[in-house]
């Protein structure tokens, strides 16, 4: 067997045990959970039996070898591990190799005293590695030369031979445990960002959807003429039932991005009807004619009244910042075709070029001066919940149309 075959053997009974342990860390801290010590000490104490029983270092076994897990335990600092590896390896090199006690318990005493010398800087632990191994190297010559009869020269080879062996493979078990522990740290820390980055979303969501409703509030108080009863019985209902909606919002928000649906049969056409009769007054200030042609029977589906009364408020709210006409017009329809209830909202406005119209459903895309970017993006995912889809078309500088079709499902009504 030659010296690569020996180092590849014996590499890989030292890191199997730790390449499990690697994935049980990876698994733990995907969890949640820390690591664990015990099985940390488990994972050394396999390394080190596997390399004494079936490692394979020309004639002297795995005499150099079996230091590798003592090593890594003082690469982690973990000084329980230390001395509880010392006091086995010093039972293992008196039992099997009839070694001198005093001269081991000097050895690992000196290993140890060593470790506390580097252990101020991890950058030194190099050097602290390779000069155990020279001492390593030195006290097992000693050893062998007082327990055998070989020539003191074969001795001297060997066990250079045994220690450069024993070097190789624990730095590549360094580096593989450095490694892994790195890719771990790199992985929390790519969820670590996700989670802010939902946090950013929600609370870009929130900011998007409370500014509708409280819109309309500003709109109608601006307009408010508390001496004027009829407007006070007609707008403080309008503005009771935004602040309501926002209400709902918060309290959905407060989820963090898992949005709640609570669907039961609705008249679809109920709630486009009230949505742009909330808009009425903003119409007249604006001068904007809105044609609503809605179907004269009673549809109902299946769906959130709240969440949809988001998604019609969006649009409409969209088409009336997109007027820089005289004569701005909304139209909005509703028909049934092929199951489907569908709703068209167009209007004549600034319309939407190309290139912007690709990008529209793109979270946190948007040509406005203080907007989120999350309106559309926001609706499409509430109309997702509700099986319903949603379609843009425009032609810049003339017009834009939505088009949402929602199945009517059977039972709804």
Known sequence: MNFFEILLINFILITFPLTLYLFYVAYNTNIGKGENGFVY???LLTSLFLITKFGVVLHYSSIIIVVAPLIIAYYKKDYFTISLLSVILIIYDYM?????LPLLFIEYILYLALSFFFNSKKEKFPYFLVLLMVLKVLFTIIMLSLTTTNPVGEIVFRTI?????ALIITIFALILLNKGE?????HMSIKKLEKEKQIRTSLFKITHEIKNPLAVCKGYLDMLDTKDNKQVEKYIPIIKSEIDKTLVLLQDFLCMNKEKFVKEPMDINLLIEDVVDSFESIFKNKKIRCNLCLLDDE??????YNR???VFTNIIKNSIEAMDKKDAMIEVK???ENGYFQTIVEDNGCGINADVLKKISEPFFTTKKNGTGLGVSLSKEILNAHKATMEYNSEEGSWTMVKILIPIEKGAN
């Open 41 to 43: 000490n488990i994972t």
């Open 96 to 100: 099997v190799y009839h070694f001198n």
């Open 161 to 165: 031979l045994l220690g450069l062996n």
């Open 182 to 186: 790195d890719i771990m740290k790199y």
């Open 299 to 304: 549809i109902y589906i299946n769906g959130d």
């Open 308 to 310: 949809l009364t988001q």
């Open 334 to 336: 509703t028909f049934i």
